[in-house]
């Protein structure tokens, strides 16, 4: 941990003012003998985090450290994207919208929360951690993976879910390959009794960061017109939101059906 946190020390000497630096740059910034300066700089500049210039020999960011940035400038540029557009669908039907990613088992975890207009709103926190088998946006999240890779995440024994979730494995893929074929994915009295929710998943286009995106609303309280309408909504922006992120949506990975008859 100390080399890290040496090496951690050199990165932040660069700046927008000190965009190179030279060795003696490095060892008056840092404070660091000479011998542990070399080393470190050395190191960075082996694994790509830093770059020389052969003529002037000074140190800069290296393409690994770019490669890095911009993948979290795209992963915050695809979460604030999909917030922004989902607060108008949520201030035009009154719902609850969520914003989710997979972890790397069968659960979802929730990232944003749009709260509804509605007198009566369901809120699930931030962090809150969910089984994506039993949700809209989790298991449209799941359709977008293969087959084996779905079968790798749910564990065996298959997980006790309530009743109007899929109970088994077969029961599962057959809601993804549906999902699959029509691009709609809802769920009812599943996660919290009462409550209903439609999703959609949205890959970025340049990074494939994967996330869900759902409306949620009271089963018993949301008419059959006004969940048709969210359906509308949510397919509309699904389709805005695919085309300014460049989601490769056709590139859904085509269902393994040997494998999941043989789970």
Wanted: net charge positive; aromatic share 4%; proline share 6%.
């Amino acid at each position: 941990m100390s080399a890290l946190t040496n090496a951690i020390q050199i990165l932040r000497c660069f700046s927008t003012r000190r965009p190179d630096l030279s060795f003696a740059d490095v060892m008056a910034l840092t404070g660091k003998p000479k011998s542990s300066t070399s080393r470190l700089l050395r190191s960075l500049r082996d694994c790509g985090l830093l770059e020389q210039d052969a003529h002037t020999r000074r140190y800069r960011p290296g393409l690994l450290t770019f490669e890095l940035g911009r993948l979290h400038r795209a992963h915050d540029d695809l979460i604030d994207t999909a917030e922004r557009e989902l607060r108008e669908v949520c201030a035009r039907t009154g719902h609850t919208g969520y914003i989710a990613v997979l972890d790397q088992g069968y659960e979802q975890v929730v990232l944003r929360i749009v709260p509804g207009s509605n007198p009566l709103r369901v809120v699930n926190p931030p962090g809150q951690r969910t089984p994506a088998l039993i949700t809209s946006n989790g298991r449209a999240m799941l359709a977008r993976l293969s087959d084996a890779d779905i079968r790798a995440r749910v564990p065996t024994p298959y997980p006790t879910l309530p009743r109007n979730s899929p109970q088994d494995f077969t029961q599962l893929m057959a809601r993804l390959e549906e999902i699959r074929r029509t691009g709609v994915s809802e769920a009812a009295d599943e996660a919290i009794e009462g409550v209903g929710s439609q999703g959609f998943a949205l890959a970025s286009g340049e990074t494939g960061e994967l996330i869900g995106i759902a409306v949620s609303y009271s089963v018993q309280a949301t008419t059959a017109a006004e969940r048709a309408n969210v359906r509308r909504e949510l397919g509309a922006l699904a389709d805005k939101l695919r085309r300014m992120t460049g989601d490769p949506t056709g590139q859904i990975a085509p269902p393994l059906r040997t494998a999941a008859r043989t789970r």
